[in-house]
């Protein structure tokens, strides 16, 4: 199956209509890791593919999600974006036209909202009267040689990282560290002043990837200094969660990071995304840190789309009123003031 990120949208003369159905999970490494069915299972009450059928009967891509009941809603959230099937060639249109199908779809087995998909999931397009956002995310290209991804890393940041390595920093790989990781991560998001999982609910995250998850560990002297949590296949390697403790080793995250990216690329991965960027983020903000952090380690940004969708209104307010208490709004909320045009979102 061909990557996402290698896809082009070709002209043509008539989109076909493309009708959105359940179809039969059928996952294998060549496809993205967050359409597995364990995983799915793993994170959502309700689960499912749902496939992109045209007027020939053919099925064009697939679309995975699940559904979280939370306070009595029925939440879909979409965990890819829409995923091509086969060698034939699916423009933006015909996109469009699947997903107001999968509106449909969610309509009439009677779901409230579909929510903002993970970071990970960067659409092309949106289904009319959708709610929509730009996002992005940066990405590694590890279909390179390793000494050209070194020559991509900044000046600065193969400073730290030869620091860090002459310092004797030490990257570990390993399921066991699933509880200091948690403690590590959960930790950095507090500083952050923002949630995180609990740790039964990490733990099923993680195990739920099974073969295609990895924890990465930064060690200095005996002291964790940072961790990592990744989720692979053949297509694409994801940075998930990350933290440090404080006052970490300098460049002890760093070199996690450059040697993760050289772990997956020897595995024969294609691309290592750091999953999710927002665009355009106001400077000097921590959103823009972030974002040259991943720029120093050679990544470059690819957008695209985050979008919603208020399936039942009435019930969808409770979801909208009370993402914005919790945390002032969604993804698409705080990103949409982006657009820099009213109406449908088009490539």
């Known amino acids: 199956m061909p990557s996402i990120a290698d896809r082009q949208v070709p002209s043509v003369a008539r989109p076909y209509e493309i009708k959105a159905e359940p179809i039969e999970i059928r996952w294998d490494v060549s496809m993205p890791v967050f359409a597995e069915e364990t995983f799915l299972r793993a994170v959502g009450d309700e689960y499912g593919w749902l496939g992109g059928i045209d007027e020939r009967g053919s099925l064009r891509c697939i679309l995975p999600y699940t559904i979280v009941r939370k306070g009595g809603l029925r939440l879909v959230r979409f965990r890819m974006e829409t995923i091509l099937y086969g060698d034939e060639e699916l423009n933006v249109n015909e996109e469009k036209s699947f997903l107001n199908n999968v509106v ?54 193969r400073s730290n990282i030869r620091t860090a390595q002459k310092d004797g920093v030490s990257i570990h790989e390993g399921t066991g560290f699933l509880q200091p990781a948690h403690e590590v991560i959960r930790q950095t998001f507090r ?114 789309y985050v979008w919603k969708y208020s399936l039942r209104p009435s019930r969808a307010w409770l979801y909208s009123m009370g993402v914005r208490m919790l945390r002032g709004g969604d993804i698409v909320d705080q990103e949409a003031h982006k657009l820099d045009w009213v109406g449908n979102v088009e490539s």
């Open 104 to 157: 449909r779809y969610f309509k009439n087995v009677r779901a409230d909202v579909i929510i903002p998909p993970t970071n990970n999931a960067l659409f092309r397009t949106c289904p009319d009267g959708a709610n929509a956002a730009p996002y992005g995310s940066y990405v590694v290209d590890l279909q390179q040689p390793e000494d050209l991804l070194w020559q991509n890393v900044s000046k600065t940041t």
């Open 191 to 304: 500083r952050s002043k923002m949630n995180f999982m609990d740790r039964e609910s990490f733990k099923r995250f993680v195990l739920a990837l099974g073969e295609n998850g990895k924890i990465l560990m930064a060690d200095f002297q005996g002291v964790p200094q940072s961790f990592a949590v990744f989720a692979f296949s053949k297509p694409c390697a994801y940075w998930i969660y990350g933290g440090n403790i404080q006052d970490q080793r300098q460049g002890a995250m760093k070199l996690l990071q450059w040697e993760a990216i050289r772990l997956f690329r020897n595995l024969g991965v294609k691309k290592f995304d750091f999953f999710g960027a927002r665009i355009n983020p106001e400077k000097g903000s921590k959103q823009e840190g972030i974002n040259l952090m991943k720029k120093h380690l050679g990544a470059s940004l690819v957008e695209g």
